[in-house]
């Protein structure tokens, strides 16, 4: 069974902090993707990467596939209030006649002005 | 862009009566769309797929009888939450695409239910 795991669970950070958000796995994605859900609402999709090393950028958002195409972070630079939220790190999986994602535990983030 | 509407975004519902969930894909067919469970604080946990044309493939220890999906057209999966318990309030999530799973999904709003 493929797992997604991610750290940290939660931060609290002051506005203008840099941070990383991690997500592991002991197996190979042929794709990741990050997601930010805010309370009551659906993840939206900020990215998907799809080759190892691959590095997206997103304003003050960088994302960076592994290498080996088992791991992924987010950074986000100068950290402000509105980027507080629920991260998610997802990535397909083989499922009956196609494909299905799971999902790491996500990282909450909050951010203090 | 893929809109994904879910509807209601809310429910309350009394224990024992039915509630159904709608998912449609806007501008957009999707012949999969995908139901997830969400508790306060945690992440998404999938429930099923929803298959166009044929029966939904039920993840493990979710109960086919009790949370029913009717995929019966290109744009439109619903939930049926039958019998519904306490236990059941949750936060019920869809989500389709037209790129498979390598490019993500696209989420509805949400349904936030509440059994009483």
């Known amino acids: 069974t493929q797992l997604l795991e991610q750290s940290p669970q939660f931060l609290s950070i002051q506005e203008g902090e840099n941070l990383t958000v991690y997500c592991n796995s002991s197996?190979?994605?042929?794709?990741l993707q990050w997601y930010r859900q805010e309370p009551g609402e659906g993840p939206v999709l900020l990215v998907t990467?799809?080759?190892?090393?691959e590095v997206k950028k997103l304003k003050r958002l960088t994302f960076q596939f592994g290498d080996a195409r088992k791991d992924s972070s987010l950074h986000i630079t100068a950290a402000q209030p509105g980027d507080t939220g629920l991260y998610l790190c997802?990535?397909?999986?083989?499922?009956?006649?196609?494909?299905?994602?799971?999902f790491g535990a996500g990282t909450r983030l909050f951010v203090k002005a | 862009g893929a809109v994904v509407s879910q509807h209601p975004s809310w429910v309350i519902c009394k224990s024992g009566t039915s509630v159904k969930i709608e998912c449609r894909s806007l501008?957009?067919?999707?012949?999969?769309m995908f139901w997830y469970r969400q508790f306060p604080k945690q992440s998404l946990m999938l429930m099923a797929t929803?298959?166009?044309?044929?029966?939904?493939?039920?993840e493990q220890g979710v109960e086919k009888d009790k949370f029913l999906i009717n995929h019966a057209s290109l744009t439109l999966s619903t939930l049926t939450v039958t019998s519904a318990h306490p236990e059941d309030s949750s936060f019920y999530i869809c989500?389709?695409?037209?790129?498979?799973?390598?490019?993500?999904?696209?989420f509805g709003s949400g349904t936030r239910l509440t059994v009483v």
């Open positions: 929803s298959n166009e044309g044929s029966k939904a493939t039920y």
């Open positions: 990467v799809v080759t190892g090393g």
């Open positions: 197996s190979v994605f042929s794709s």
């Open positions: 501008d957009f067919q999707a012949t999969t």
């Open positions: 997802a990535g397909p999986t083989r499922n009956t006649g196609g494909f299905k994602t799971i």
């Open positions: 989500s389709a695409g037209t790129g498979g799973g390598n490019y993500g999904y696209t």
